[in-house]
């Protein structure tokens, strides 16, 4: 067992000597020390949980608009619209703007789930320690580092798509226009693509962050004998 944990102190640099050494002193005593490509097929399995369980649930009809954490609204710039549209009884036109908005981004997301895969493929054991003895949405973040810019490039061409699909051109001009026939009201024009493409990307990592701070807190969230064991290191 001696020469054991000497290997992995070893492994792991000494780069954060007592924190890592609690972590070695709460390895697994029965059944085996985890090794190097055990721990970062740990943190693959809760990445793949997460994409799974959480992102897949954003592409379904009113993922976005029905879950309070990742609904879109509208900008910030646009929420006077909003409220004066409801204001003036055109509450029902303006819930028809905000549906159009998380629609797109419900479409969107159905591109994600090939781009996570891959990197979740790439997770090495450094970025496995790293994760592992980082804060809780460590492995949230990596993620983010790793795929924030390739998903945007395949998510904005999607939502622009569906606006289009869903006449969403004519509910925006149509809402714009009411709200710009308001008297002592400054007209609004904008291009909302790439608010929702960013709005879209936000959901998707606050649902996987969901899904990783579970993990790490809820023992009853690993669900598989490898993250229980994995994650029996950061605890």
């Known amino acids: 067992m001696i020469k054991r944990i000497f290997g992995l102190l070893i492994v792991f640099n000494l780069t954060a000597c007592a924190e890592l050494q609690q972590v070695v002193d709460s390895l697994p005593q029965a059944g085996g020390v985890l090794n190097n490509s055990d721990i970062a097929s740990g943190l693959r399995q809760a990445l793949d949980l997460g994409i799974d369980k959480q992102v897949s649930k954003l592409t379904q009809k009113d993922g976005f608009f029905k879950n309070d954490l990742v609904k879109i609204l509208l900008p910030e710039e646009l929420q006077k619209v909003d409220n004066a549209l409801r204001k003036i009884g055109l509450s029902s036109l303006a819930d028809d703007g905000l549906k159009v908005l998380n629609r797109a981004a419900e479409d969107a997301v159905k591109e994600a789930t090939p781009i996570f895969i891959n990197a979740v493929k790439d997770i090495t054991f450094d970025d496995a320690k790293n994760i592992l ?60 693509t790439d608010y929702v493409t960013n709005e879209a990307l936000k959901g998707v990592y606050a649902m996987i962050a969901l899904e990783e701070k579970d993990i790490r807190t809820k023992a009853s969230s690993r669900t598989t004998d490898l993250l229980k064991k994995v994650f029996a290191l950061q605890d």
Request: charged share 15%; proline share 5%; no cysteine.
């Open 133 to 192: 003895l980082g804060e809780d949405n460590a492995a949230t973040s990596y993620l983010t580092t790793r795929t924030q810019a390739e998903l945007y490039n395949k998510f904005k061409p999607v939502i622009n798509n569906s606006f289009n699909k869903v006449g969403a051109d004519q509910i925006w001009t149509n809402l714009i226009n009411k709200y710009n026939s308001i008297p002592l009201t400054n007209n609004v024009n904008p291009d909302l």
